[in-house]
């Protein structure tokens, strides 16, 4: 059974900090995808990794996917009071691609 | 707006009760997935559907969780003998087979509640 661990589970930062998730896992993932959920609504995508050590960026947010594809970080820059949400990572295998998510992390970002 | 809807939006029932909920993917994507969130918790994967062939059921999916993807365009849920076990956010995404990346996009979610 594939699973994925992610930390923290809960981080609260001042408005401007810096912060990192993590996603771990001993499995390997054909890719890795990167929601972030509002209260009450479905995941939404921010980012898909595919390749071993890719980086992607997409304004403050920086993703990597580890070189074995086990892992993955969601790094954020200068943080700010909107980037408050659950932020979500999901791994797919083979095959049907099924996804395997994280319990997510809460994030809340005080101005 | 992903391009995936899902109705109802919520749903509050009594216990035994049968309630069936829909999804319609992006009109070109031929897989679809059904996963169940409960509070504080990632979803988990419950079912998905290549076309109208539903290649895969998660042990979560008890005997009285059926799911239906008829034309190959949108999708049903249902639930016959709801349990309060069941109250969660039910979730629906679709992606396009041939895009070898995986992406899934997800609708806005069906929340049950079972009294």
């Known amino acids: 059974t594939q699973l994925l661990e992610q930390s923290p589970q809960f981080l609260s930062i001042q408005e401007g900090e810096n912060l990192t998730v993590y996603c771990n896992s001993s499995s390997v993932f054909s890719s890795l995808q990167w929601y972030r959920q509002e209260p009450g609504e479905g995941p939404v995508l921010l980012v898909t990794v595919v390749t071993g050590g890719e980086v992607k960026k997409l304004k403050r947010l920086t993703f990597q996917f580890g070189d074995a594809r086990k892992d993955s970080s969601l790094h954020i820059t200068a943080a700010q009071t909107g980037d408050t949400g659950l932020y979500l990572c999901a791994g797919a295998g083979q095959g049907a691609q099924k996804l395997v998510f994280g319990q997510g992390t809460r994030l809340t970002i005080n101005p | 707006d992903t391009g995936v809807s899902q109705d109802p939006r919520h749903k509050i029932t009594k216990r035994g009760q049968n309630v069936t909920f829909r999804c319609d993917p992006i009109?070109?994507?031929?897989?679809l997935y059904w996963y169940r969130q409960t509070l504080g918790q990632g979803p988990e994967f419950l079912t998905y559907?290549?076309?109208?062939?539903?290649?895969?059921k998660s042990r979560l999916l008890s005997n009285r969780f059926s799911a239906e993807r008829p034309k190959g365009s949108f999708s049903t849920l249902e639930i016959q003998r709801t349990e309060q076990g069941d109250s969660a956010m039910y979730l629906c995404a679709s992606r396009q087979l041939y895009r070898g990346e995986g992406t899934q996009y997800f609708g806005p979610g069906t929340r049950l509640l079972v009294l």
């Open positions: 009109s070109e994507h031929n897989r």
């Open positions: 559907f290549q076309n109208e062939a539903q290649l895969e």
